[in-house]
């Protein structure tokens, strides 16, 4: 993509390139699919509401343009304006001539001017006039039929014909959702995607993420739809969304300072409609955004009747079309919102807006579409969002409750600066989260220093040494503790609501997971774990408060086996490092979960980068195993072990291999080697696919062979495995998704 500057000419783009921010990863990917080089021909763009997706469409638009050589792009907005499909379709065929032939004459003004189709063919250049000809007097000939799927399918097929002679687009379809209230025969949505998977050309279809495939829904055979690429975009990122207000302040010469422009970021969510619509008002008004006072002031005239506000009602009257409806709708989703969990029975709204289970079909559709309501079959919850609510209270309070304007406005005036503060302290602490929620994704049955979550040992052994010292430690200690794998981990409040009174979301999460490969009941576990607020180390009192807090919640949720763990900034006194030692409750400070995370992240806790790994895949043929034993004799004395540990790594390998070729019932008959230097150990993963002979297996690999040994199947087994955790350091046996593994660890000791 070449590099841009303040000159370059902008074309449908409303931004200046230059100003365009947060969105270049996903620009690169849209104008990489436009390349003549492009394997990928389609895309799905889900958008969240308000996200700029239709300027990320137009920057698109225009960097494809400025390039010359590649597919003509084209961009097409569907809108209510255009009433029936038929009207739809003519407009689209009138842009895609109109913007095929401004790139081919490269003539950026032709794409904003509005030709007719007959003076397009005269602009057409000599090598398209045949082919654009056609297709008008096609076009003309469909129209005076009045038979309208034909003229619907000859507009969307333009594309087809346009790459049949060589003059290749890349369409880009904005606001599809727009195209499903359009009055006519055909089903507008469904018939662009069946007319783009023709075209053999790239394109995108952008519309809603809570709607978009439901609209194209049986439009496409399953495997095309699923093969289609798909691009999520959301809100700015908050640096992004900064850097989105500091520039427009700038461009539009309105005063601005770093407080105020973190509560417009969090206030507004990080929408780059919403602040444009701010910084456009304050500009208008020549107001200023120095102070909190400033913002609240602008954000409450926008919410009444500015840009927020219209865009909210034109929502409205869309979802609901009559006045009396639009009134109801306006109390049901005032009341919602004010309840305690935003959730009331989808029965109850249907009774309150007076409404048949048609029309509340598509009252509830659309207001989820817009995720300004969560339609979940038995309830409707309304979208906890500062701005919508906001909007919710003042009409409700002006157009229902008909209360006297000037007492609206300095209410809400009031009550945003009141909340001002405690939003902007609400960002610090979720800031300044330790992000466990984060830390416990990561978890995939890593074995970690046992010193990590127990900070009685911690304490002991690792209290006020450097980092490097602490790193040396860690790396040199034998006793681990093995992680589960976490499938799912969220905040405890979307678990318990109650405990939201009592800590940020970001500070209390629960994590489900299993302690083995196996996915079964045996194993499955449930991690809680919080972030416990304390500016010295924590105390008693204060660990066995969280304790009973946690437990409520297990016993609230109904989890069967469950693993606390506290963890506080500065640690926990002796008396609380000592109950919860006690009650095998795992514990961290700050600096135990930074070696933590370093370790899961695989800087490991030495961080002295990625581990070394061999990977070997062996038959399971007689003496096969002797490869394995050179290959780890080789790799062994590359890390100077002694030759008597060599000795015992071998042997142990080549009973792990003889194990899996006698006991695996595997059909491809193979065994998997891994081999990975990790710092001052050595760890070997002996692995087979298919089920294995069973055998009672206690927790760390050994088996109950109740047979005593000897003779058969069991008792060889037993004995091998037996063996093996005679010569190695660690070694543990689990059953994963479609096999075995056994994982061997030799430290090395100089």
């Not at 969002?385 to 209410?411: G, N």
């Not at 994704?441 to 304490?459: E, I, K, M």
């Not at 450097?466 to 905040?491: C, F, I, K, N, Y």
């Not at 400070?589 to 370790?599: P, S, V, Y």
Request: glycine share 8%.
């Amino acid at each position: 993509m070449p590099v841009r500057t303040p000159r370059q000419r902008r074309v449908l783009a409303r931004v200046a390139p230059e100003q365009f921010v947060g969105r270049g990863e996903q620009l690169r990917e849209l104008t990489a699919l436009g390349s003549a080089r492009a394997e990928q021909k389609g895309l799905l763009l889900f958008a969240a509401p308000q996200s700029g997706v239709s300027e990320l469409l137009r920057q698109t638009f225009d960097e494809l343009f400025r390039q010359r050589g590649g597919p003509t792009p084209v961009y097409f907005a569907f809108a209510r304006t255009d009433a029936a499909t038929t009207a739809a379709a003519r407009r689209f065929l009138q842009t895609f001539l109109t913007q095929v032939v401004a790139h081919r004459r490269d003539d950026p003004a032709l794409v904003s001017a509005t030709p007719t189709l007959r003076t397009l063919l005269d602009l057409a250049a000599p090598q398209d006039y045949e082919w654009v000809e056609r297709l008008v007097q096609d076009f003309e000939r469909a129209q005076g039929e009045g038979d309208e799927r034909a003229l619907v399918r000859l507009c969307l097929g333009a594309p087809q014909q346009a790459a049949a002679h060589g003059a290749r687009a890349f369409v880009m379809f904005d606001d599809i959702h727009a195209a499903e209230g359009l009055h006519g025969e055909v089903a507008l949505g469904p018939a662009v995607a069946q007319a783009a998977a023709q075209w053999g050309a790239p394109f995108v279809i952008a519309g809603p993420r809570r709607r978009l495939l439901d609209l194209l829904n049986g439009s496409l055979p399953l495997a095309a739809l699923e093969g289609l690429r798909r691009l999520h975009l959301d809100r700015l990122k908050e640096a992004d969304a900064r850097a989105l207000v500091e520039g427009l302040a700038q461009r539009l010469g309105v005063a601005l300072n770093d407080e105020t422009r973190d509560l417009v970021v969090q206030q507004l969510e990080a929408s780059p409609y919403l602040i444009n619509a701010i910084l456009d008002a304050a500009r208008a008004k020549g107001a200023g955004l120095t102070s909190f006072r400033e913002f609240q002031g602008l954000y409450v005239d926008e919410l009444l009747g500015g840009r927020v506000g219209r865009r909210y009602a034109s929502v409205l009257e869309d979802v609901a079309a009559t006045p009396a409806l639009r009134r109801g709708l306006l109390r049901v989703l005032y009341e919602s919102a004010a309840h305690p969990t935003g959730k009331v029975p989808a029965e109850v709204w249907m009774k309150r807006l007076g409404a048949d289970a048609l029309e509340f079909e598509r009252v509830v559709r659309l207001l989820h579409m817009h995720e300004l309501a969560s339609f979940h079959a038995t309830y409707v919850e309304t979208t906890p969002s500062t701005p919508w609510r906001d909007f919710l209270r003042v009409s409700y309070r002006l157009q229902v409750a008909a209360e006297p304007r000037a007492l609206v406005v300095a209410d809400t005036l009031v009550e945003a600066l009141k909340r001002a503060p405690q939003t902007m302290a609400r960002h610090y602490r979720r800031e300044s989260a330790l992000g466990l929620a984060d830390v416990l994704r990561a978890f995939n049955f890593q074995r970690v220093p046992a010193s990590l979550l127990r900070y009685d040992r911690w304490a002991r052994a690792y209290r006020g040494l450097a980092r490097e010292e602490a790193q040396a430690g860690l790396s040199a200690e034998t006793d681990a503790l093995p992680l589960p794998q976490v499938v799912h981990a969220a905040s405890c409040a979307s678990f318990h609501p109650p405990i939201a009174q009592l800590c940020d979301e970001e500070r209390c999460t629960v994590a489900h997971g299993f302690e083995s490969g196996a996915y079964n009941a045996g194993g499955e576990v449930v991690w809680l774990a919080v972030e416990v607020e304390s500016k010295l180390e924590a105390g008693r009192a204060l660990a066995e408060l969280w304790l009973e807090r946690l437990e409520q919640v297990a016993q609230a949720c109904g989890f069967d086996r469950v693993r606390f763990w506290l963890v506080a900034r500065e640690g926990f006194s002796g008396e609380a490092a000592e109950l919860l030692s006690e009650r095998d409750v795992y514990s961290s400070g700050r600096e135990q979960l930074e070696h933590l995370t370093a370790l899961l992240s695989g800087a490991g806790a030495g961080g002295s980068g990625e581990a070394d790994e061999f990977a070997i895949e062996l038959p399971m043929t007689e003496d096969a195993e002797l490869i394995a034993a050179h290959t780890v004799e080789q790799i062994a004395r590359r890390m100077e072990f002694e030759p008597e540990a060599i000795n015992k790594i071998k042997t142990a390998l080549v009973e792990a291999c003889i194990n899996a070729a006698e006991h695996s019932l595997s059909t491809e008959r193979k065994i998997y080697n891994r081999f990975r230097v990790e710092g001052d150990k050595l760890v070997i993963t002996v692995s087979s696919r298919g089920l294995s002979v069973p055998v009672t297996l206690p927790e760390n690999g050994v088996p109950a062979d109740k047979n005593g040994g000897g003779e058969g199947t069991k008792g060889r087994r037993g004995w091998g495995l037996k063996l093996i955790r005679t010569l190695m350091d660690d070694v543990e046996f689990e059953r994963v998704d479609d096999g075995t593994r056994l994982r061997m660890t030799k430290y090395l000791r100089k």
